[in-house]
C-alpha cells in the first residue's frame, strides 16, 4: 500500500500527558498537512509544509501544538500537557507538487481522559 | 476566512435512485472544489473535484456542478448503491492550497434496500 499512513491508529491517553503521531506521506508529495476532525464536523486545517518548511499554521494550534518535518518526508505532531478538548481524529494529508489533490491517511484517534 | 456551507446533513435515498448534495463557499477566491466520501473509521477519500474553470465534471455515476457566480456547488450521485452509504464532504481552497481545505460539516448518506 502507497498510501499516506499514522501512527498509531488510536492513542488514549491522560490528562497532562504529551503525545506524538507519526505521518509518512506519499513517496515523492513534497506538500504535508495536518487536520483535526471531531464527532460530527468536517476536518479542520491545522498546519501545513512544503518540503522541510512549515509555512502555514491555523489559529487552531495552540502552544501546545508543534509540528515538524525534519526531511522533508515523514511528520510528527506532539500536543504537550493534553485536554479532554484535544480529543479528535488527527488527519494527515499529502499532495504532489503543483497539484490540488490532497489524500489522506486513515488517521490517528486521540482519547483524553 | 472561507466558509462552506452543506446541505442536507442527512440524505436517504432509495437504492437506484439519484442523490443530490450542495454546498456554499463565501470567499471568491476560492477556485478549487473537492468531494470526499468518509466511511466510519477511515480517512477521507477523494472521490471527484472541479476547478473554478470548469461548470461540470463526471465520473462514472458521480458528477460534481460549479456555479462560480452564485458561489455553489453540488455532488450528483446517479444509480445509488449500498455501497455509496458514507459521509460526503465539499471542501474549498484557494490556488495553492497553503491554507488547507476548508470543508463543510458533511452530509450522511443513507441508501436504503
Known amino acids: 500500500d502507497t498510501g499516506v499512513s499514522q501512527d498509531p491508529r488510536h492513542k488514549i491517553t491522560k490528562r497532562g500527558q504529551n503525545v506524538t503521531f507519526r505521518c509518512d506521506p506519499i513517496?515523492?508529495?513534497?506538500?504535508l498537512y495536518w487536520y483535526r476532525q471531531t464527532l460530527g464536523q468536517g476536518p479542520e486545517f491545522l498546519t501545513y509544509f512544503q518540503n522541510e518548511a512549515q509555512l502555514e499554521k491555523s489559529r487552531l494550534l495552540s502552544d501546545r501544538f508543534s509540528a515538524e518535518r525534519p526531511k522533508g518526508s515523514f511528520s510528527t505532531l506532539e500536543i504537550q500537557r493534553t485536554e479532554q478538548g484535544d480529543s479528535a481524529m488527527y488527519l494527515c494529508a499529502s499532495s504532489p507538487s503543483g497539484r490540488d489533490e490532497q489524500f489522506f491517511g486513515p488517521g490517528t484517534r486521540l482519547t483524553v481522559l | 476566512g472561507e466558509n462552506v456551507e452543506q446541505h442536507p446533513s442527512t440524505l436517504s435515498v432509495q437504492e437506484g435512485d439519484s442523490a443530490v448534495i450542495k454546498c456554499t463557499y463565501s470567499?471568491?477566491?476560492?477556485?478549487?472544489f473537492p468531494w470526499y466520501k468518509q466511511e466510519l473509521g477511515k480517512g477521507p477519500q477523494l472521490i471527484i473535484d472541479?476547478?473554478?474553470?470548469?461548470g461540470e465534471k463526471k465520473d462514472q455515476r458521480i458528477a460534481v456542478t460549479l456555479n462560480k457566480t452564485a458561489k455553489h456547488f453540488s455532488l450528483h450521485i446517479t444509480e445509488t448503491q449500498p455501497e455509496d452509504s458514507a459521509v460526503y464532504f465539499c471542501?474549498?481552497?484557494?490556488?495553492?492550497?497553503?491554507?488547507?481545505?476548508?470543508f463543510g460539516k458533511g452530509t450522511h448518506l443513507i441508501i436504503q434496500p
Open positions: 470567499d471568491s477566491a476560492s477556485n478549487y
Open positions: 471542501a474549498a481552497s484557494d490556488w495553492g492550497g497553503a491554507d488547507g481545505l476548508t
Open positions: 513517496s515523492e508529495h513534497n506538500r
Open positions: 472541479i476547478r473554478s474553470n470548469v
